[in-house]
Protein backbone atom coordinates (compact mmCIF):
# COMPACT_ATOMS: atom_id res chain seq x y z
CA UNK A 1 0.00 0.00 0.00
CA UNK A 2 1.22 3.98 -1.11
CA UNK A 3 1.48 6.17 0.95
CA UNK A 4 -0.85 9.14 -0.08
CA UNK A 5 -0.38 12.07 1.99
CA UNK A 6 0.92 12.80 5.78
CA UNK A 7 -0.67 13.26 8.85
CA UNK A 8 -2.02 17.00 9.31
CA UNK A 9 -2.95 16.47 13.03
CA UNK A 10 -2.90 13.56 15.18
CA UNK A 11 -5.93 15.19 17.89
CA UNK A 12 -8.81 13.78 18.83
CA UNK A 13 -11.91 15.20 17.12
CA UNK A 14 -15.76 14.97 17.39
CA UNK A 15 -18.13 12.42 15.78
CA UNK A 16 -19.70 14.74 14.48
CA UNK A 17 -16.87 16.44 12.32
CA UNK A 18 -14.70 12.88 11.48
CA UNK A 19 -18.43 11.59 9.53
CA UNK A 20 -17.83 14.89 7.15
CA UNK A 21 -14.28 13.93 7.09
CA UNK A 22 -14.46 10.71 5.84
CA UNK A 23 -16.97 11.25 3.57
CA UNK A 24 -15.08 14.41 1.63
CA UNK A 25 -11.91 12.30 1.96
CA UNK A 26 -13.93 9.09 -0.27
CA UNK A 27 -15.25 11.72 -3.09
CA UNK A 28 -11.88 13.46 -3.30
CA UNK A 29 -9.91 12.65 -6.51
CA UNK A 30 -6.70 13.52 -5.26
CA UNK A 31 -7.02 10.21 -2.50
CA UNK A 32 -6.55 8.04 -4.94
CA UNK A 33 -8.58 5.38 -3.38
CA UNK A 34 -9.55 2.41 -5.02
CA UNK A 35 -13.19 1.70 -5.15
CA UNK A 36 -13.60 -1.04 -2.87
CA UNK A 37 -11.25 1.09 -0.31
CA UNK A 38 -13.99 4.09 -1.21
CA UNK A 39 -16.61 2.26 -0.06
CA UNK A 40 -15.32 1.40 3.15
CA UNK A 41 -14.49 4.52 3.49
CA UNK A 42 -17.91 5.57 3.37
CA UNK A 43 -19.59 2.91 5.23
CA UNK A 44 -17.39 4.49 7.96
CA UNK A 45 -18.91 7.68 7.20
CA UNK A 46 -22.32 6.73 8.00
CA UNK A 47 -21.61 4.55 11.10
CA UNK A 48 -19.95 7.80 12.43
CA UNK A 49 -22.49 9.84 11.62
CA UNK A 50 -25.10 7.32 13.14
CA UNK A 51 -23.14 6.85 15.74
CA UNK A 52 -23.61 10.41 16.46
CA UNK A 53 -26.89 10.94 15.74
CA UNK A 54 -27.51 8.28 18.34
CA UNK A 55 -25.17 9.72 21.11
CA UNK A 56 -27.18 13.04 20.72
CA UNK A 57 -30.84 11.49 21.08
CA UNK A 58 -30.40 9.04 23.35
CA UNK A 59 -27.65 10.21 25.59
CA UNK A 60 -29.33 13.21 26.92
CA UNK A 61 -28.66 13.12 30.02
CA UNK A 62 -31.63 11.18 30.97
CA UNK A 63 -31.72 7.36 31.96
CA UNK A 64 -33.95 5.31 30.07
CA UNK A 65 -36.84 5.22 32.81
CA UNK A 66 -37.06 8.74 33.06
CA UNK A 67 -37.58 8.52 29.14
CA UNK A 68 -39.75 5.62 29.62
CA UNK A 69 -41.93 7.85 31.77
CA UNK A 70 -42.14 10.75 29.64
CA UNK A 71 -43.16 8.32 27.12
CA UNK A 72 -46.06 6.68 28.56
CA UNK A 73 -47.22 10.46 29.33
CA UNK A 74 -47.65 11.72 26.15
CA UNK A 75 -49.03 8.06 24.98
CA UNK A 76 -52.13 8.24 27.07
CA UNK A 77 -52.09 12.05 26.62
CA UNK A 78 -52.37 13.11 29.91
Avoid at 34 to 43: D, K
Avoid at 60 to 72: I, L, M, W
Wanted: hydrophobic content about 45%; cysteine-free.
Amino acid sequence: MRAVGEVVSSKPVTLGKAAPVFTLFAASAASGLPAEAGALVLSAAEAAAELHAFRRNAGAGESSEKRRKKRKRSDTGV
